[in-house]
């Protein structure tokens, strides 16, 4: 402990310049969080020491969002150092939780893409996998919201403003990014054809490195992220001549493509910014992984022994082209050479089945941007459908068939030519890899029966299933201490690496003095929660209440409606004297709303609206409060699921691939409602489904109702409670003197042909709440089911879902001596 608080007060001198007499919060948190990085440091070179000498494979996981939360108790935890830490503090005359306070989420992600690249870096750490992770340091978060008059108001995430001590900017490494320009052919000696980009802009990517301890094993990893650097700098001429703006306007311009995450595509500069960071970041990262790989080898046609990358959704897909371009172009390869070298290097993850968020880029903005592999991209495409027609045509072809060959051709082709021209990424992605998975058994046997299946018959073998997990160190163990401290005392820690290790709780969901205990935690973190709203939202909360959370984005499949539903008809109830066995509940909301969203902001302002109303009614807000929690991230959520009871997951059957929020609210004692949907439907299976509330249309009854024509008119008609719920919100009940306010959500449900069948779940969704209600009144009942949740919640840990990809995508081990959590 004195050793850490001597490194402490030197930093607040040494490396920050200031008075250690001096007790500044700002100060202290900065000087331990770069004291904690000393720390790390130094396990971070030896594990890079040790990746060379044993000539380990490595991996390669490129995501354009992280979402890693605050890193200083998650750092301390890992190095075992929390208590440390926390007296150390205490001697110098801080709170270790008022000095966590001062640091910023880092502002790198959006949802559940980039928390789940947060929890696989923590678990390749932790299982010592030798891999990075690779994406864009930005300058701010994707937007900070705030709720004004009940809406949601994006202001920016200026996260670095403080600065960040846990990174280590590389200035020193610098690699060029190329845009535009133009290709030159030319005749190599052996008369083969060959190609030069010649770029017409250049950026330099810098990298920032962020360190991700192991838990409790001295294996460090890294977070790679790129920054923007103008290759130009100040253009004195223009100053001289008065022109200041212009003095420094193209260093201005080539450092936004590190600014934000996901710029506006609405307009053709916001489009083109995008395909901008997306190459930025891949070739940048390229680049880097090629350097590593050729300080010990000199044959390209090794890399694939030597190297995985992993394509976190489409938006690196891009780097298949990439590879081929250097390959081809600066190694002089043969084509097929090359491309047999990409393909057994590239593997890509799918995230979702919904064909608007399949990404596509016009051709038109390929060829002017990236020119070059443009024509790589018609050449895969080409050498493919020859291919595709060549197994179309064999006798094996299964049910591909020469008389569809045409049309066959046109729905896997690289290159759909309508509503525009355009380049499909997750085909090249396909095309370009030996492994595509799926994130859950649903969304897997999805991709293979309807989103992909005609890869599926080409390459039976390629598509295959990787279901999600989560990290047991934030999840659990750091987010949940009360928690995490009881479990300890009974089964001891090794859960928190080996995460089946909570089966030993299961006898104990039948004593009642452990069930006491639970139930303690439960509410030692409803009071952390309670303090937290009021603090931020000077609203008092009732801790005896249900605590019932519905957090994560917004939108329109993920049927926040239909929970806004229930609360209005539960409002409705109570009002009229309907519901003497209401069984009292607090309903949490919260999630963002891509900001050119209309009907996702809409809801938003539709259930502050309600919320309004509902907590202002003297007759009902004993038994029944709506909260939304405004700007909802990493280190919200770790505050919110632990005091959470009851977790909302429903979903539209069939639209959420996976989910990791379910996994978290389950593991921390939260019983579920859901939709047979993503993930859930393995939870069910694994936790018991007697033992979860599921309710609604299963994936095929949905498709069922599609085809035999659905009329949402039906259940408006059919259904008293339902028809007035959605009256009163398209009169001005919630929005007095807003006359229609709302009334595009309910033309939407009743007009719009109702795509999430949220009327068509209505009736059900109110009786599994009602079976809610009531067990949660038995609380002996209760308690024990929330002891099973947890206790069977083994096969989703990040752990086990990383050593699947190791042993079967990647052919990866881990280190030497990590297996077992220790080594060097």
């Known amino acids: 402990m004195e050793g850490l608080k001597k490194d402490v007060i030197r930093h607040v001198v040494s490396s920050l310049g200031s008075d250690y007499a001096s007790k500044s919060a700002y100060n202290y948190y900065n000087a331990l969080a770069l004291a904690v990085r000393d720390r790390l440091i130094d396990n971070w070179i030896k594990t890079q020491r040790s990746y060379y000498d044993e000539k380990a494979k490595r991996v390669y996981y490129l995501s354009l969002e992280y979402l890693p939360g605050k890193s200083l108790m998650n750092n301390l935890h890992c190095l075992g150092i929390y208590e440390t830490a926390r007296k150390a503090m205490s001697d110098l005359g801080f709170s270790l939780e008022d000095l966590a306070e001062q640091e910023w989420d880092a ?303 046109q729905r896997v082709s690289l290159i759909q030519e309508r509503p525009i021209k355009s380049v499909r990424m997750a085909h090249l992605a396909i095309i370009g890899s030996h492994s595509v998975n799926g994130v859950a058994a649903l969304h897997t046997e999805l991709l293979k029966a309807r989103v992909f299946d005609d890869f599926q018959r080409l390459y039976p073998q390629k598509i295959n299933n990787k279901t999600n997990g989560v990290t047991p160190r934030r999840w659990l163990w750091s987010a949940n201490q009360p928690l995490s401290r009881l479990i300890a005392s009974h089964i001891g820690t090794g859960f928190v690496r080996n995460l089946d290790e909570l089966t030993q709780l299961e006898p104990l969901a039948a004593d009642p003095a452990f069930r006491e205990a639970w139930r303690a935690a439960k509410l030692e973190n409803k009071q952390r929660l309670q303090a937290y709203i009021k603090r931020k939202l000077m609203r008092e909360l009732h801790t005896e209440h249900l605590f019932d959370v519905h957090i994560k984005r917004i939108h329109e499949y993920k049927r926040q409606v239909l929970n806004l539903l229930h609360v209005v008809t539960a409002y409705n109830r109570l009002r009229h004297g309907q519901a003497a066995d209401f069984t009292p509940r607090t309903v949490f909301f919260g999630g963002k709303a891509a900001p050119s969203y209309f009907m996702a902001k809409r809801i938003i302002h539709a259930i502050n609206a309600v919320a309004a109303t509902v907590n202002a009614d003297s007759r009902v807000n004993d038994k029944l409060q709506v909260v939304y929690l405004p700007n909802y991230c990493v280190s919200q959520a770790e505050r919110v699921i632990p005091a959470t009871e009851l977790s909302e997951q429903i979903s539209t059957a069939g639209m959420e691939a996976s989910g990791t929020g379910n996994m978290k609210f389950a593991l921390n004692g939260a019983l579920t409602i859901g939709t047979w949907d993503g993930a859930t439907i393995e939870m069910a299976q694994a936790i018991g489904p007697e033992l979860l509330f599921i309710f609604g249309m299963r994936e095929d009854e949905l498709v069922s109702l599609r085809q035999h024509g659905y009329n949402p008119m039906l259940y408006y008609h059919g259904d008293e409670e339902l028809r007035e719920a959605l009256d009163m919100l398209r009169s001005d009940a919630f929005s007095p003197g807003q006359h229609g306010l709302f009334a595009p959500l309910v033309d939407n449900l009743l007009h719009g042909g109702d795509r999430f069948f949220v009327l068509a779940d209505y009736r059900q969704y109110l009786g599994a709440q009602q079976d809610v209600g009531r067990l949660y009144l038995d609380q002996e009942e209760w308690t024990r089911r929330s002891i099973l949740n947890a206790a069977r919640m083994g096969f989703f840990s990040s752990d086990r879902a990383i050593s699947q990809y190791a042993r079967e995508i990647w052919d990866v081990a881990p280190m030497a001596g990590l297996q077992n959590g220790k080594g060097a």
Request: proline residues 4%; glycine residues 6%; contains cysteine.
């Open 107 to 409: 502002g790198l992600g959006n949802g559940g893409l980039g928390r789940l690249a947060s929890c696989f870096l923590d678990s390749m750490a932790t299982l010592g996998i030798p891999g990075y992770g690779y994406g864009i340091r930005y300058d701010y978060g994707i937007f900070h919201q705030v709720i004004e008059d009940g809406k949601q108001v994006e202001q920016a995430d200026n996260w670095m403003r403080v600065g960040n001590p846990w990174a280590y900017e590389r200035g020193q490494h610098l690699f060029p990014v190329r845009f535009f320009g133009e290709v030159k052919n030319w005749t190599d000696e052996y008369g083969r054809l060959r190609h030069t980009w010649t770029a017409g802009d250049t950026v330099l990517a810098m990298p920032c490195d962020m360190l991700v301890p192991g838990w409790d094993n001295h294996h460090v990893i890294n977070m790679r992220l790129w920054s923007a650097r103008s290759d130009v700098e100040f253009d004195l001429d223009f100053f001289n001549t008065g022109n200041y703006l212009g003095a420094v306007e193209e260093k201005i311009f080539d450092e936004k493509i590190s600014k934000v995450l996901y710029p506006s595509d609405q307009i053709e500069e916001g489009r083109e910014l995008r395909l901008k960071q997306q190459y930025f970041f891949v070739t940048a990262t390229i680049q880097d992984i090629l350097r590593r790989f050729r300080k010990k080898h000199q044959d390209m046609t090794e890399l694939p022994q030597s190297v995985a990358i992993q394509l976190n959704d489409t938006h690196p897909a891009i780097a298949i082209a990439e590879l081929m371009r250097i390959l081809l172009d600066e190694d002089l390869l043969d084509w097929e050479v090359a491309w047999d070298i990409c393909v057994s290097t590239f593997a890509y993850t799918n995230h979702t089945i919904l064909p608007e968020a399949l990404e596509t880029w016009p051709v038109s903005l390929l060829e002017r941007m990236l020119p070059r592999h443009m024509q790589i991209i018609y050449e895969i495409n080409a050498r493919f459908l020859r291919e595709v027609e060549r197994v179309a045509r064999s006798e094996d072809c299964g049910q591909l068939c020469h008389r569809d060959l045409d049309h066959l051709k």
